[in-house]
């Protein structure tokens, strides 16, 4: 798991039932929480992190934002 060094979990996971207003093209969602902006960048940046990144690209395209 490359979230736990990083004090991040998963919020929740769904699928896409039914749109109210616009389109999305990606009718999955995962969301992550960290305690900080700065522990989300720190995470993203992993050797961890980064050393799947090359598997998750062949398996789903993403579009993966911060919020704060």
């Given at each position: ?10 919020l ?32 993203f940046?992993?050797?961890a ?20």
């Amino acid at each position: 798991n490359t979230l736990e060094p990083f004090g991040g979990k998963v919020l929740f996971r769904g699928s896409l039932t039914d749109s109210f207003v616009g389109e999305t093209p990606y009718p999955e969602i995962v969301a992550i929480e960290f305690e900080s902006p700065k522990l989300a960048k720190d995470w993203f940046k992993s050797e961890a992190y980064q050393a799947i990144v090359e598997t998750r690209q062949k398996g789903a395209n993403i579009i993966l934002n911060l919020y704060e």
